[in-house]
């Protein structure tokens, strides 16, 4: 890969020391494991509303709210990284993803109609743009 394309030779060194960068992992790590936790937890709630367990209406209410909160969690952490590292950092924002099913399942069984099939094209899309920049990121 040639240098004007934005090869290894132009790639910027980020400003962070080792200690530093040890620590953003670290942390990307936690946000990561919790949120995909918790969206493991958001499925396992709907499966018991649909068991009769819980209420679905209640059910719903709680994946819709896991969702919510795994995404600004998610999205904040990844956001207030630095910007060079962003291609290298999409451990962070891949819960989202995997927290996106139960809660357009929940906006469905709270009656959300048509918004429930746009919030699903757009997380099937954006799912699919982020995998291909990392797919793309890790051949180079």
Known sequence: MTEARGGPGRRPSPALGA???????RVDVLVAGISAA????AVAVLAIGRLGVLSETAAATVAVAVGAVVGAACCFQFGSGPRVLWRDRLIVIAPVFL???????GLHDLGAGPVVAMLSGAAGFGAAVLLGGAYAARRR
């Not at 200690?19 to 992992?25: A, D, G, Q, S």
């Not at 927290?99 to 399942?105: E, H």
């Open 19 to 25: 200690e530093e960068l040890r620590r953003l992992v």
């Open 38 to 41: 918790a969206a493991v937890a």
């Open 99 to 105: 927290v996106a099913a139960p809660a357009i399942v």
